[in-house]
């Protein structure tokens, strides 16, 4: 890179996973870039010098990862410890270090270079394996590299904190789970990375600690340098390298209106859901992790009214336990600050699992074997999940929750098992097994909202997910870019569709809740509020913002705008009445948005 | 000494990361030479990188050789982690 790009601006696009702004220096963490130097040895009196190096190095990451492993266990983390047992492992492998040696003593080249070309080589088998899991598996080949690599150059502390006090913003390739085993944590102020999605274990981290974090960006860590400056918006999605000043000024009066924004509103989020007509609605947060429970507690929920348990599968490659499980539900469940909270059972197609990837290549995952459909056919995996949370429904108030329900014969299926898991937990002799169970079911496939009636005849509750709803009663792939401009929560069908889940279930007298993101949406609040669901759940940032405008609306109000939109017969009619109502009602809430 | 016995993965996930560990901690307690064979490909059974490669998925057919004075402990303690689903479930 030449000098007068160190202070060119960059601005790069990835997936925020953990919403806020951070603005600080780059630290660069990724010892497998530009600093690693590759050289021949001078002659071969040489070799065996290099060869003691590198083995140095290989002592010296293993010990530093059985340390690392010492210390997850001693702070108990959930953190599959065995992970570093592999990683462990690929340093102890002959084969490994063989191959390396061989390359310094036939080539004559430092260790480093051995090293890059020995993770080639099996960059190069590994990804001629037909399993997509086994292959994938070069990334702990990776991490060990690196491992060494660092060790080689002599940067024993991985992480350099010597950067003042003001903390930095990491800048990686990807990072592991033993990486941020030995990151202080507190000295960090954001994330961004090359690799990852919502799961990766950089967004989950980020998360917990709510820190800003961008990930997928594909290579900042090609444009970016340690002590760079870096400014990390989570919530747009974006990173920006060497802001010019104007920018720079811009984002730090914006990171302020958002940190102010978020004392103001913290307020709102402490006080209940109540109109000026005291009519109450109950807000719930959707959570994916126990991790996540604070913030929302924080944020004002006063139940868990959607906790995803997917991440619980897609974390390991071994099925969770039914103690995994538990451990789990139970952090939930017991929390004093919670009314009640709905587990809702995993949503995953077969691609999740192992052992069912090579035959579940589905052409249309989305309307695939997955979800309930998946449960019904691998009763064992499904009654762990359950048995567990049967369990946890002794120590607190837990509702279940069954996603993609198409059909009365489902429900009815899915209930026969859970009372088969509580039969054989009180066959086993498990105390304080209750006799019942809150039961109710996702509203998200259109066949149910039909048959609402029908459902309200089977359960406890609904939860209308309107994510999917919208996808499959629109009929649009929500991961296909060019159809964004059809998803649409205000479409009048998607309107009437709620409205229908709502009258069914209150003609049958079980309460009836939102979770999909619409439920947190400003916009849509006080349509939503004129349905009379009763229980809106929502992500913990959205929640302080919807308490503020519910408290200061009437149901008499609520229910004219609604009336209203459901009058309009497009889409477009409907939002620009409904924006143009929400902005001059509630400017506050509204400007922002302009930016 | 050599022994060698056939055996199928029954653990649902066949030869992963966390099963192929568990081999290999097992496979180094022995001072025997340890191999396996899959579909004609044969690798040391104390390299974990080696291991995975074989990519033997649940049902899948592993031969495993050991050579050595405890050839026939190490057979049957590997035997006993296979049939046990290598702790998993």
Redesign the interface.
Known sequence: MSADQSTKTFVLKGVGVSPGIAIGRCYRFDPLGSQISFYKLKDESLVPKEVQRFRKALKESEEQLLDIQKNLRKAKITEPV??I??HI??LK????SNRTVKYIRDQGINAEWALRMTLDH?KQ??EG???D??SS?IS??QYVVQRILRNLTGEKHEIVWEVGNNGVIVVSHDISPADTAQMKLDKILGFATDSGGRTSHTAIVARSLELPAVVGLDDITHYVRTDDEVIVDGTAGMVVINPYPDMLKRYEEKKRHYDVANDEYLKFGKLPAVTLDNYEVQIGCNIEFIEEIPSAIAHGAESIGLYRTEFLYIYR???P?EEDHFNNYRQVVTNPNLSSSTIRTFDLGGDK???YQ?QSKELNPQMGMRAIRFCLKEVEIFKTQLRAIWRVSALGKTKILFPMISSVEEIREAKKILEEARQELIEEGVNNIPEKIDIGIMMEVPSAVVIADKLAQEVDFFSIGTNDLIQYSLAIDRANERLTYMYEPLHPAVLRLIQNVVEAAHQAGIEVAMCGEMAGDPLCILILLGMKLDELSMNHLAIPRIKKIIRETTMEEAETVLNKALSFSTAPEVRSYVQDYMVNRFPEEFIAEED | MTQTKTLALKN???M???A??SF??VAQQFDSKIYIERDGQTV?G?????I??L?C??GGKLTITAEGTDAAVAIKELEKLIENKFG??
Do not use: C
């Not at chain 2, 104390?46 to 080696?50: E, F, K, P, R």
């Open positions: 065995y992970v047992d592999v492992l690929i492998d002959k084969m490994f099996y088998i590994f394996v037909q399993d899991y086994i598996r702990d080949v490659e071994d099925l336990t699992f192992a052992n090579k | 649902k996930l066949g992963h990361a966390r192929a560990a290999v901690k040391d104390n390299s974990i990188l080696d995975l490669t990519a998925p649940y998993e479930e």
